[in-house]
Each structure stands twice: as structure tokens, then as C-alpha cells.
């Protein structure tokens, strides 16, 4: 595992408070990687994404959905007006809960979902609630993650599943700090290797039913961020946002060697609670 001290909370809450507008103009409603695996405008590469996870998962309408760390709300949407589901949406920002909420009664999905602003680590919700507890790139920001899936599978029903995605540290030693790099400059208390998270998820008494690594297919997304990043103006706005921003902006190219060099990779993971 590599980890960085420095990050706190507080950090995390501020920076997705103030940068959600940056990322909506940059990347659009979802705040994750796309998945290609022919040429694809960058909306559908993350549609490609989130249809992948739930297919793993065997996300079925009328499932009871928890997406954890939901951003703009952009999978909860999507499962709420595309799969069927009823979704849970929790964000540790307040300005994403709003947002979240407006465009879920905009794009016609309010009945299907609700949107609440809390902690993962510590939100009260009740056992055996939910079918699926999705997690799509917020494990990386939770700072007990064994803890984290503790939790997950007590809010899951027997039979349910996790179903997850996650920048990972790779194998081998950072030794050009890349992945270090990387987990302070994105707000990352620590990244875990794929055989600790599958630790994790089967400490906490879940079995896994896939592992898949996609870090080629997903790498992409930092070119596509970059070029759009050396166009735009939001390199000049940024720092109005404070230095996380700008750090952040200034690191895409830290985490494509990162990838291309093995220091990270990208997993999809899904686990499932026994049925009785
Ligand atoms: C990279 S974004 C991913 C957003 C969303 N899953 C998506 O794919 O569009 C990380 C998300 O995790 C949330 N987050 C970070 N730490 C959290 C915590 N402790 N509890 C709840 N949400 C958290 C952030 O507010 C943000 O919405």
C-alpha cells in the first residue's frame, strides 16, 4: 500500500466543493475513468465503464442501489433511468448533494433516487438495505478502507454484491514515487494493490467474483483531460480555487507514467455477500 499522511478530510470535502464546476466543463457528469476499447467520444467511454461494472455485477431493475462517493450523481442517474434501480446517492460534499439532486430531477430520475451528504466512513445506515453497494474511484479517498468494507457488507442483503473500481498501486516498489506522488497531490490518503483490496473484501466476508484489470483501456482518459486542459482556459481559473486545484491540474501527467510505468493500475472488482 502507499499512503500519504498529509491528506485530511477536510481537504478532500473543500476540493469537491470547490472543483466540481471544473470537472463538469472538463469531463462532463461523471467523475471517473472511460473504458475504450475502440474509438469512442469520452461521454460513452464512461457510459462503457459504468455498463461493465453493472454487468459484472448482475445489476437488475428493481435492486436497491448505494452508490458510494456519487460525485454529480452521474452513475446514480444512470442506474436509476437505465437499469431500473432505486439509488441511494452519498457524497461528502454539500455542493454535490445539491447538484446530484438537481440533475436528477432534470434528466426525470427524482422518484427513482435520493441523494444524501455524509461520510462513508461514518454514516449511519441500516443493515441489509441494499442489494449493491456501488464505489466507483471513492475508495482511494477513504482512509480506513478494511473498515470501509466492513461496513459495506452489513448494508448489504444476502446475496448482494460490491461492486467497485479503483486506481490502484501496482505490484512492484514506487520507486520513482510516482504513485506517491499521485496519492498527495489527488487527495489519496493511501492506494491499495489489487491482492489488498481482494484481502479486504474477503475479510469482510464477501467472495470475490471478479477481478479485472483495465488500465490500458482506461488510460485515455489522462490523455483527453491534458489536451482539453492545454485548450481551455481552466488552468487559468483554477488557482481562484485554491492550491489543491491547481496541483491537481498540473499532476495528469504524473498519473499516465504512473500508469504506463506499472507504479498504478486500474481495477474492477466485484464481491458478493453469501445468499443465507
Ligand atoms: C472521483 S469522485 C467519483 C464520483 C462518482 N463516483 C463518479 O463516478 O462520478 C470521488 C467521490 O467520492 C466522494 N467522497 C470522498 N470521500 C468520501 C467519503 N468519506 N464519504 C463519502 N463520499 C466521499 C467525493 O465527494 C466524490 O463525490
Not at 474511484?137 to 478502507?145: A, I, N, Q, R, V
Amino acid at each position: 500500500m502507499i499512503a500519504c499522511a498529509s491528506v485530511t478530510k477536510r481537504e478532500i470535502r473543500r476540493h469537491y466543493d470547490l472543483a466540481t464546476p471544473f470537472y463538469r466543463l472538463l469531463w462532463g457528469p461523471h467523475i471517473h475513468h472511460g473504458v475504450w476499447d475502440a474509438d469512442a467520444p469520452p461521454l460513452q467511454a464512461q457510459r462503457q465503464l459504468i455498463d461493465r461494472l453493472a454487468s459484472e455485477a448482475s445489476i437488475s431493475a428493481g435492486e436497491d442501489v448505494l452508490d458510494v462517493g456519487c460525485g454529480m450523481g452521474g452513475s446514480s442517474i444512470e442506474l436509476a433511468k437505465r437499469y431500473g434501480c432505486r439509488v441511494t446517492g452519498l457524497t461528502l460534499s454539500p455542493v454535490q448533494r445539491a447538484w446530484a439532486r438537481t440533475s436528477a430531477v432534470w434528466q426525470g430520475a427524482a422518484r427513482r433516487t435520493r441523494f444524501l451528504c455524509g461520510d462513508a466512513e461514518n454514516v449511519v445506515l441500516p443493515d441489509a438495505s441494499f442489494n449493491i453497494v456501488w464505489n466507483v474511484e471513492c475508495s482511494e479517498h477513504l482512509f480506513d478502507k478494511p473498515a470501509f468494507f466492513r461496513r459495506a457488507a452489513a448494508w448489504l442483503r444476502p446475496g448482494g454484491r460490491v461492486a467497485l473500481c479503483a486506481w490502484l498501486a501496482g505490484d512492484g516498489t514506487d520507486s520513482d514515487g510516482l504513485a506517491a506522488a499521485v496519492c498527495e497531490n489527488f487527495l489519496c490518503p493511501s492506494l491499495g494493490t489489487a491482492g489488498e483490496y481482494r484481502g479486504w473484501l474477503e475479510a469482510a466476508g464477501l467472495r470475490m467474483r471478479t477481478y479485472e484489470e483495465l488500465t490500458r483501456q482506461v488510460e485515455r482518459t489522462w490523455e483527453i483531460c491534458l489536451n482539453r486542459v492545454r485548450r481551455s482556459r481552466v488552468g487559468l481559473i483554477a488557482p481562484l480555487t485554491g492550491r489543491p486545484m491547481t496541483r491537481f491540474l498540473n499532476h495528469f501527467t504524473t498519473l499516465l507514467n504512473a500508469y504506463r510505468t506499472g507504479a498504478m493500475r486500474y481495477g474492477l472488482f466485484v464481491a458478493e455477500k453469501a445468499a443465507r
